[in-house]
C-alpha cells in the first residue's frame, strides 16, 4: 500500500506569512491528490484536488503543485482564517483513499 | 443545494451494536461513491471503506474489512455504517463524504456522528 507523509507536522507562522506543506508518496501515484483544511470540531473541506485545481470558492491564495511522489500545498499569504490543520488525501479511479497524517498550522 | 447529514451522536456500551446513517440530497444520490472517514479524538483522518449506492459496489480499507459493514438504501438516499460489536476504541468521530470516483474527488462532507463507546 501506498502511504502519504506530510512534512512537517506542525508549522508555526505569522499572517503574512508564505506557507508550504509537503506530502511524499512511498511510491509514485497512480490517481490523484486532494488537499482538505480541518478546523476543530469541524468536517474537512476541500481545497485542492488533482493536484492543482482550486476548489469552487476557495480563496485564490491557496495553491497546489507537484506530480508522481512530492505534493506541496502553499498558501501565498497566510490570514487569520487559515490557522487550521491541513491533510492531503491520495485517492483513484477504484475508488481508495489515502491520507497523509496532517499538519497543524498555529499562530506564531 | 448538496447536503449530507448525518445521524446524531450516540452513546453505547461495549459489545452493543450500532447504525450510524448518512442521507444526501440535492444531487443524484445513485451517481457518486459515498466513503466513512474515522477520526479519533485528537487524531487525524482514517478512510474506512466507500460505496456506490446505484448498485451497492462497496470497498473497504485492510484496516477496516471484517470490523464495520458499510450499505445504502437508494430509494430513502442514504448510506450506513454499522457495527456488530462495538469496542471502546470505535469511540470517533465519523463522517461521511461524496466521492466522484474521478479527478474532482471528495467535495461534500457530513457533519460528523460522534460515537462513544463506553461501559
Known amino acids: 500500500d501506498i502511504q502519504m507523509t506530510q512534512s512537517p507536522s506542525t508549522l508555526s507562522a505569522s499572517v503574512g506569512d508564505r506557507v508550504t506543506i509537503t506530502c511524499r508518496a512511498s511510491?509514485?501515484?497512480?490517481?490523484?491528490l486532494a488537499w482538505y483544511q480541518q478546523k476543530p470540531g469541524k468536517a474537512p473541506k476541500l481545497l485542492i484536488y488533482?493536484?492543482?485545481s482550486l476548489e469552487s470558492g476557495v480563496p485564490s491564495r491557496f495553491s497546489g503543485s507537484g506530480s508522481g511522489t512530492e505534493f506541496t500545498l502553499t498558501i501565498s499569504s497566510l490570514q487569520p482564517d487559515d490557522f487550521a490543520t491541513y491533510y492531503c488525501?491520495?485517492?483513484?479511479?477504484?475508488?481508495?483513499?489515502?491520507f497523509g497524517q496532517g499538519t497543524k498550522v498555529e499562530i506564531k | 443545494e448538496v447536503q449530507l447529514v448525518q445521524s446524531g451522536a450516540e452513546v453505547k456500551k461495549p459489545g452493543e451494536s450500532l447504525k450510524i446513517s448518512c442521507k444526501g440530497s440535492?444531487?443524484?444520490?445513485?451517481?457518486?461513491?459515498i466513503g466513512w472517514v474515522r477520526q479519533m479524538p485528537g487524531k487525524g483522518l482514517e478512510w474506512m471503506g466507500i460505496i456506490y449506492p446505484g448498485d451497492s459496489d462497496t470497498r473497504y480499507s485492510p484496516s477496516f474489512q471484517g470490523q464495520v459493514t458499510i450499505s445504502a438504501d437508494k430509494s430513502i438516499s442514504t448510506a450506513y455504517l454499522q457495527w456488530s460489536s462495538l469496542k471502546a476504541s470505535d469511540t470517533a468521530m465519523y463522517y461521511c463524504a461524496r466521492h466522484s470516483g474521478s479527478s474532482s474527488g471528495t467535495d461534500y462532507w457530513g457533519q460528523g456522528t460522534l460515537v462513544t463507546v463506553s461501559s
Open positions: 488525501q491520495l485517492y483513484n479511479s477504484y475508488p481508495t483513499w489515502t
Open positions: 440535492g444531487y443524484s444520490f445513485t451517481n457518486y461513491w
Open positions: 488533482d493536484a492543482s
Open positions: 511510491q509514485s501515484i497512480s490517481g490523484w
